[in-house]
């Protein structure tokens, strides 16, 4: 599973509820499958996408 991969799928997503397409029963499905392999894969200690990483301090 590629974390970066995943959110950008995600993103693309929830934009799409802004489309004059809308959102779909599909893209519902797709979400959460998308959301789900993502917290998945941080649970078992994957690293955070690139994108939540930017600028980030500890």
Same mark, same amino acid.
């Given at each position: 599973? *590629?974390? *970066? $991969? $995943?959110? $950008?799928?995600?993103?693309? +997503? +929830? @934009?799409?509820? *802004? &489309?004059?397409?809308?959102?779909?029963? +599909? !893209? =519902?499905?797709?979400?959460?499958?998308?959301?789900? @392999? +993502? !917290? =998945?894969?941080? &649970?078992?200690?994957?690293?955070?996408? @690139? @994108?939540?990483?930017?600028?980030?301090? *500890?």
């Amino acid at each position: 599973m *590629d974390p *970066d $991969t $995943t959110l $950008t799928e995600i993103r693309e +997503l +929830l @934009a799409r509820q *802004d &489309s004059p397409e809308g959102f779909g029963g +599909l !893209d =519902t499905i797709r979400l959460i499958e998308r959301v789900e @392999a +993502l !917290d =998945t894969w941080l &649970s078992n200690g994957g690293h955070l996408p @690139a @994108a939540w990483i930017v600028n980030r301090q *500890d």
